[in-house]
């Protein structure tokens, strides 16, 4: 990937915005997609590229930040299904990581609310 610096070595925060992430190398696929969605404003572009980093980061930190940025986007959307999923997904693997306990403070939030009570009640 050509990234563009600036004069004394520094990268260009703004290059990074620039560049496909489906098109770089694994290493750098993930990482680059984390940073890209955190500038976006548009939900469905922001959740695609935290879909390409939490694929291309399986096991990583990288991943582990995607799913948190998905299960709080998923939420505040009401895309109930979305989260279970994300959050399904986060607790599997990360359950022993230091940020968990934050996830799991919005998941027992979700649980005690009328959206989570409604969704146990469809489970049944």
């Known amino acids: 990937a050509k990234l563009v610096v600036a004069s004394r070595g520094r990268i260009d925060p703004t290059a990074l915005q620039t560049l496909a992430p489906k098109q770089l190398s694994r290493i750098l696929k993930g990482p680059i997609a984390l940073d890209q969605a955190t500038a976006l404003e548009d939900r469905k572009e922001m959740i695609e590229k935290l ?59 979700f649980a005690a609310s009328d959206a989570g009570l409604q969704r146990r009640e469809e489970i049944r």
Do not use: C
Request: aromatic share 14%; proline share 2%; no cysteine.
């Open 51 to 109: 879909r390409i980093a939490r694929t291309a980061g399986t096991g990583t930190l990288v991943e582990e930040a995607a799913l948190r940025k998905l299960a709080a986007l998923y939420l505040n959307a009401g895309a109930y299904e979305d989260y279970l999923s994300v959050i399904s997904r986060y607790m599997r693997a990360f359950a022993r990581s230091p940020y968990a306990m934050g996830t799991y403070s919005g998941f027992a939030g």
